[in-house]
């Protein structure tokens, strides 16, 4: 009888779990077109994952425009900065798998290195805070060509005593990840991280100027980007050199970033007793505290509700996750307006006693 009592109790907490969730999964629907109609967002897609399980999987509007294309669930947006979330899970990979350590110098996998680089190491690329000035030759450049530029300048503080936010610390990270594997970063990410992960969709579009014009790789279902000029739609694309591709100019869909976040709570590449002090714990740079987690993530404490992602365009991708609640947002969007408050707008709807901060805002790009 008692086990009996057990079993029943179980099966309707199970029962208004999944009211709960169906509520919420109603109540973002309706933010969200709401929010669409008024902000005129032409397309967005939403995921919730909670301790590997997919809560919500939903598309929006268009991806395309000039095709009126749905969004649906392997619509593949352009993720931004968002990237940087795929470089650091690698790095946690390669971590896991004992081949590189944040204290690591630089020194110990490139050779012939300037003077004022035998102090800098990996924790201090992966967390903006190596020195290292921005670079600003041919953006066709090769990741080599911009390394070795990178040597024969200064650095812009000594590592770990600054901060700012740039693209370059994940390129030298990329480039000592390529000589450990003994691959390019493009096949490096698809081998170690995206298809162990499910993440069949996306890609990178490895934009090259050849000549007089253009040469791409096919995206399947690949999400056009808009804004508003002067009350004119407006399609836009801005271009990643690929040397910065460990930065950003991932394309993804809702279904890989989804899996993505699965994969991370089922353990697949590393466990989350490894990886979590890294992920969601900071140090100090200088004499103030690190903006970023110790394998570079974005991180708020939010009245004790701890969380941290990323978002990219500003917020053509917007993702964080709460570990505590086992909780991860994912939202992706193809207006080059938005900023990212659309993750943690939609946490509410979930994550009881959490604050609502529901207002959604753009900026005006030019």
């Given at each position: 009888?008692?086990?009996?009592?057990?079993?029943?109790?179980?099966?309707?907490?199970?029962?208004?779990?999944?009211?709960?969730?169906?509520?919420?999964?109603?109540?973002?629907?309706?933010?969200?077109?709401?929010?669409?109609?008024?902000?005129?967002?032409?397309?967005?897609?939403?995921?919730?994952?909670?301790?590997?399980?997919?809560?919500?999987?939903s598309?929006?509007?268009?991806?395309?425009?000039?095709?009126?294309?749905k969004?649906?669930?392997h619509?593949?947006?352009?993720?931004?900065?968002?990237?940087?979330?795929?470089?650091?899970?690698?790095?946690?990979?390669?971590?896991?798998?004992?081949?590189?350590?944040?204290?690591?110098?630089?020194?110990?996998?490139?050779?012939?290195?300037p003077?004022?680089?035998?102090?800098?190491?990996?924790?201090?690329?992966?967390?903006?805070?190596?020195?290292?000035?921005?670079?600003?030759?041919?953006?066709?450049?090769?990741?080599?060509?911009?390394?070795?530029?990178?040597?024969?300048?200064?650095?812009?503080?000594?590592?770990?005593?600054?901060?700012?936010?740039?693209?370059?610390?994940?390129?030298?990270?990329?480039?000592?990840?390529?000589?450990?594997?003994?691959?390019?970063?493009?096949?490096?990410?698809?081998?170690?991280?995206t298809?162990?992960?499910?993440?069949?969709?996306?890609?990178?579009?490895?934009?090259?100027?050849?000549?007089?014009?253009?040469?791409?790789s096919?995206?399947?279902?690949?999400?056009?980007?808009?804004?508003?000029l002067?009350?004119?739609?407006?399609?836009?694309?801005?271009?990643?050199?690929?040397?910065?591709?460990t930065?950003?100019?991932?394309?993804?869909s809702?279904?890989?970033?989804?899996?993505?976040?699965?994969?991370?709570?089922?353990?697949?590449?590393?466990?989350?007793e490894?990886?979590?002090?890294y992920?969601?714990?900071?140090?100090?740079?200088g004499?103030?505290?690190?903006?970023?987690t110790?394998?570079?993530?974005?991180?708020?404490?939010?009245?004790?509700?701890?969380?941290?992602?990323?978002?990219?365009?500003?917020?053509?991708?917007?993702?964080?996750?709460?570990?505590?609640?086992?909780?991860?947002?994912?939202?992706?969007?193809?207006?080059?307006?938005?900023?990212?408050?659309?993750?943690?707008?939609?946490?509410?709807?979930?994550?009881?006693?959490l604050?609502?901060n529901?207002?959604?805002?753009?900026?005006?790009?030019?």
């Amino acid at each position: 009888m008692k086990h009996l009592l057990i079993l029943v109790l179980l099966y309707l907490f199970t029962i208004s779990c999944f009211g709960q969730v169906k509520v919420a999964n109603k109540r973002v629907d309706a933010f969200v077109k709401d929010k669409m109609k008024t902000l005129g967002i032409p397309g967005m897609a939403v995921a919730v994952v909670k301790n590997g399980e997919i809560l919500k999987l939903s598309g929006y509007g268009v991806a395309n425009l000039e095709w009126n294309n749905k969004v649906t669930p392997h619509s593949n947006f352009q993720i931004a900065s968002s990237t940087k979330l795929l470089t650091s899970t690698l790095l946690l990979k390669a971590m896991y798998d004992g081949k590189i350590n944040l204290d690591d110098h630089v020194g110990k996998f490139l050779d012939s290195i300037p003077e004022d680089w035998h102090q800098l190491q990996v924790k201090h690329l992966i967390s903006h805070s190596s020195g290292l000035r921005e670079y600003s030759g041919d953006m066709y450049s090769s990741t080599a060509t911009v390394v070795n530029a990178l040597k024969d300048s200064t650095l812009e503080y000594k590592p770990g005593m600054d901060q700012h936010y740039a693209q370059l610390d994940f390129m030298l990270l990329g480039y000592i990840l390529e000589g450990i594997y003994g691959k390019p970063f493009t096949k490096l990410l698809k081998d170690e991280v995206t298809i162990p992960l499910n993440m069949l969709d996306g890609g990178f579009d490895m934009e090259q100027k050849v000549g007089q014009f253009m040469r791409t790789s096919l995206i399947k279902e690949k999400a056009a980007t808009y804004y508003d000029l002067d009350g004119k739609i407006q399609a836009y694309k801005f271009i990643y050199p690929q040397y910065t591709y460990t930065a950003g100019g991932y394309f993804a869909s809702i279904s890989d970033m989804a899996n993505w976040a699965v994969g991370l709570d089922k353990e697949i590449l590393f466990t989350k007793e490894f990886s979590h002090d890294y992920i969601y714990g900071w140090d100090s740079i200088g004499n103030k505290e690190s903006e970023f987690t110790r394998v570079g993530w974005a991180y708020e404490d939010d009245g004790g509700a701890l969380f941290a992602g990323h978002s990219g365009g500003p917020g053509l991708g917007d993702i964080i996750r709460f570990p505590k609640q086992g909780f991860t947002f994912i939202v992706l969007t193809n207006d080059g307006e938005m900023l990212p408050n659309f993750a943690r707008a939609i946490a509410s709807f979930y994550i009881e006693g959490l604050t609502p901060n529901l207002e959604i805002k753009k900026f005006e790009r030019q």
